[in-house]
């Protein structure tokens, strides 16, 4: 597994939570990395993303203003900060990451396609 995540949880509604993500292949230049989620019965949906050249983030409309991506070049690290959290937030959370330079546009860093390496999921629970 080339990308760990780590910072999953059970919290109640309103609360914060941190999730990281660290790409252990140092070899492999990540262009882009994020998170996309799925809740049981539904389909996985993107929920933001960074560029690692200037920093250009993206968000789902479900959660802007609310998560926050942020990255460490240094550690190969992308993390989430996750605020005001909601019961409608709970999901397996995925790390993403583009090795091969294609998540450039909303339309392609959105989508599942977009990224070629993909973590094992962190659990997120938001109880009401």
């Known amino acids: 597994v080339q990308l760990e995540e780590s910072g999953g949880g059970l919290v109640q509604a309103g609360s914060s939570l941190r999730l990281s993500c660290v790409n252990i292949?140092?070899?492999?230049?990540?262009?882009?990395m994020g998170w996309f989620r799925q809740a049981p019965g539904r389909e996985r949906e993107f929920v933001a993303a960074?560029?690692?050249?200037?920093?250009?983030?993206y968000y789902a409309d479900s959660v802007k203003g609310r998560f926050t991506i942020s990255r460490d070049n240094g550690e190969n690290r992308v993390n989430l900060q996750m605020s005001s959290l909601k019961p409608e937030d709970t999901a397996v959370y995925f790390c993403v990451a583009d090795s091969r330079d294609y998540a450039r546009t909303w339309s392609t860093i959105s989508s599942l396609g977009g990224f070629d390496l993909w973590g094992l999921g962190t659990q997120v629970t938001v109880s009401s």
């Open positions: 960074i560029r690692w050249n200037g920093g250009d983030t």
């Open positions: 292949e140092r070899s492999i230049y990540t262009f882009a």
